[in-house]
Each structure stands twice: as structure tokens, then as C-alpha cells.
């Protein structure tokens, strides 16, 4: 409107454009003004792009901070909306929750996730990758005496028999006097009638989280947070088999190498081992 002003009487493109005079005035005036969040936008835009997208509000407000500006993350979030960028990353947690397949155990664990010594709480869960447009399942069980992955099996659907194989090494492993509680969701998996039996004939107290409770798993919860965080989303797989061969590599990193600071420094294989238990 502004070039046509040149040509054309003001309340002549007013009328056209259905546009009240003060709005009009408004505008030019917002026009003239300075943009006071101009060098804030410009470091969100900076800190987006140096970590290609992957960066969403929260982030990037942390970054910010990092440099020694203070920054609400509110005031960062819209800003971006304004700027129209927002984080790439998407992530979907697997539900192993498919409606209801036989019954429900109840919540023994009830979030109590120290033990006193190893095969007192176990933990299981599955969760899922993709690379290169298909799927990879893990389904890992783990100690809550020192938070070590007892064992582990994978699959490329999430289906039974990765659960029943996960169940038989981490026995074999521990031997048939290991008689844990195990916690889990309320899966599919975990209230079929053949997996309840045999943590029966294994001795195995069964436990559930309260539906929709991710909360009541927490500590299988982390350490997929972890995994990912620290192997997944830090590496580039041409397929999932060279992530199968991958996660392999991990856990027993995580196992034997990788300290934790409740456990005083050590790894969960040190920290059992010191403790005499084996």
C-alpha cells in the first residue's frame, strides 16, 4: 500500500482495502519500530541451526543461559512460533499396551526401586528403534540392586517370543535359585498365560505398573533415556543389524565399564562384584 499511496489517495486504498484509518497508521508505525527481541531472534535462529533443527525450545533456551543471558523459556517458544521453526525431533515411545489380554498383576514394586541385594527386583520393558524406514524391538531386564542389564533379547517385531527370550537367558544367567519379583507394564507380552507360568515355575513373583503409569517402570525408563541418548541418537547405522550388533557392544559397556555415581564410581558388574555377590 505504501508504493501505491505514490499513485492513488489514501482513502481511496483505505476503502479498497476495507482497511480502518488507524489501523493503518498502526502499522506504519510498527513498520518504523525497531523489533526489540531482533538480536534474541537472531541467537535462537543461530543455536537452531548449529544443531540442525534437533534443538527445540527448551534447548536452545538452555544454550542461551549457557552464554550468560537470561531467558525464559515462555518468552523463547514464542519467538520461535513467530520465526516458524520448531524442533525436528518427533519421539514416539513404544506402547506395549494393545487393550485387555488376560489380567493384571498387581503393583508390588509401588515404585520402591533399591534393592538389598542382586535378584531381589528386576525390571523389563520393550522399546523400539527405527533406521533406515525399519524397526528394531529390545527387550532388556534389569536388576535394581545395581541397575545392571541381567539380559536382553532383540527382535524386528515386537512380538512374544522376544519376551520368552529374554525371560530364559536372564535364568540361565542368574541360575534357577534366582527367584526375583519382575516388574513391567501392563503389556500385552507380560499377561499372556504362558509367560505367567513360567515366571510361576521359576519361583518369580509378578508385578505391573498401574495403567498409563510410566512412572511405576522409572527405572527401565531411564535406562532407555540413557541408551539413546548417550548410543542411539549419537550414532549412524546403515541398517538395524549393525544396530542389533550395536546394542551389543553397548551393554556391556553399560554393564562393566560405564560408573554410576550411586553406586560410589563403579560399574553394576564392579559394584556386585565388590560386594561379594556373584
Same mark, same amino acid.
Given at each position: 500500500?505504501?508504493?501505491?499511496?505514490?499513485?492513488?489517495?489514501?482513502?481511496?486504498?483505505?476503502?479498497?482495502?476495507?482497511?480502518? #484509518?488507524?489501523? =493503518?497508521? *498502526? @502499522?506504519?508505525? +510498527? /513498520?518504523?519500530?525497531?523489533?526489540?527481541?531482533?538480536?534474541?531472534?537472531? &541467537?535462537?535462529?543461530?543455536?537452531?541451526?548449529?544443531? #540442525?533443527?534437533? =534443538?527445540? *525450545? @527448551?534447548?536452545? +533456551? /538452555?544454550?542461551?543461559?549457557?552464554?550468560?543471558?537470561?531467558?525464559?523459556? &515462555?518468552?523463547?517458544?514464542?519467538?520461535?512460533?513467530?520465526?516458524?521453526?520448531?524442533?525436528?525431533?518427533?519421539?514416539?515411545?513404544?506402547?506395549?499396551?494393545?487393550?485387555?489380554?488376560?489380567?493384571?498383576?498387581?503393583?508390588?514394586?509401588?515404585?520402591?526401586?533399591?534393592?538389598?541385594?542382586?535378584?531381589?527386583?528386576?525390571?523389563?520393558?520393550?522399546?523400539?528403534?527405527?533406521?533406515?524406514?525399519?524397526?528394531?524391538?529390545?527387550?532388556?531386564?534389569?536388576?535394581?540392586?545395581?541397575?545392571?542389564?541381567?539380559?536382553?533379547?532383540?527382535?524386528?517385531?515386537?512380538?512374544?517370543?522376544?519376551?520368552?527370550?529374554?525371560?530364559?537367558?536372564?535364568?540361565?544367567?542368574?541360575?534357577?535359585?534366582?527367584?526375583?519379583?519382575?516388574?513391567?507394564?501392563?503389556?500385552?507380552?507380560?499377561?499372556?498365560?504362558?509367560?505367567?507360568?513360567?515366571?510361576?515355575?521359576?519361583?518369580?513373583?509378578?508385578?505391573?505398573?498401574?495403567?498409563?503409569?510410566?512412572?511405576?517402570?522409572?527405572?527401565?525408563?531411564?535406562?532407555?533415556?540413557?541408551?539413546?541418548?548417550?548410543?542411539?541418537?549419537?550414532?549412524?547405522?546403515?541398517?538395524?543389524?549393525?544396530?542389533?550388533?550395536?546394542?551389543?557392544?553397548?551393554?556391556?559397556?553399560?554393564?562393566?565399564?560405564?560408573?554410576?555415581?550411586?553406586?560410589?564410581?563403579?560399574?553394576?558388574?564392579?559394584?556386585?562384584?565388590?560386594?561379594?555377590?556373584?
Amino acid at each position: 500500500m505504501l508504493e501505491l499511496r505514490q499513485e492513488f489517495p489514501l482513502t481511496d486504498l483505505l476503502q479498497a482495502a476495507r482497511l480502518p #484509518r488507524s489501523t =493503518y497508521y *498502526y @502499522r506504519i508505525k +510498527t /513498520l518504523a519500530t525497531p523489533d526489540r527481541h531482533g538480536g534474541l531472534k537472531a &541467537k535462537i535462529q543461530a543455536v537452531y541451526a548449529a544443531h #540442525r533443527g534437533l =534443538y527445540g *525450545y @527448551r534447548r536452545i +533456551t /538452555l544454550t542461551i543461559r549457557s552464554d550468560g543471558e537470561l531467558v525464559n523459556h &515462555k518468552k523463547v517458544q514464542r519467538l520461535m512460533n513467530e520465526l516458524g521453526i520448531r524442533s525436528r525431533v518427533r519421539r514416539k515411545k513404544f506402547r506395549s499396551y494393545q487393550g485387555e489380554i488376560g489380567e493384571a498383576a498387581p503393583n508390588l514394586l509401588n515404585r520402591e526401586f533399591t534393592a538389598s541385594g542382586p535378584n531381589e527386583k528386576w525390571v523389563t520393558d520393550v522399546t523400539e528403534f527405527r533406521v533406515a524406514g525399519k524397526k528394531l524391538y529390545l527387550s532388556p531386564v534389569m536388576d535394581l540392586y545395581n541397575g545392571e542389564i541381567v539380559a536382553y533379547e532383540s527382535s524386528y517385531r515386537p512380538d512374544f517370543p522376544m519376551v520368552m527370550g529374554m525371560l530364559r537367558k536372564a535364568v540361565k544367567k542368574r541360575g534357577n535359585a534366582a527367584t526375583p519379583m519382575l516388574h513391567s507394564d501392563q503389556g500385552w507380552h507380560y499377561r499372556m498365560q504362558p509367560y505367567r507360568a513360567a515366571l510361576a515355575r521359576y519361583g518369580m513373583k509378578q508385578s505391573m505398573s498401574r495403567k498409563g503409569n510410566r512412572f511405576d517402570n522409572a527405572a527401565m525408563e531411564s535406562f532407555f533415556g540413557t541408551l539413546k541418548a548417550e548410543y542411539f541418537h549419537l550414532s549412524d547405522f546403515e541398517d538395524v543389524d549393525a544396530l542389533r550388533v550395536g546394542l551389543k557392544g553397548y551393554i556391556d559397556y553399560y554393564n562393566r565399564r560405564r560408573i554410576k555415581s550411586k553406586l560410589g564410581g563403579l560399574s553394576p558388574v564392579e559394584y556386585r562384584m565388590r560386594a561379594g555377590k556373584n
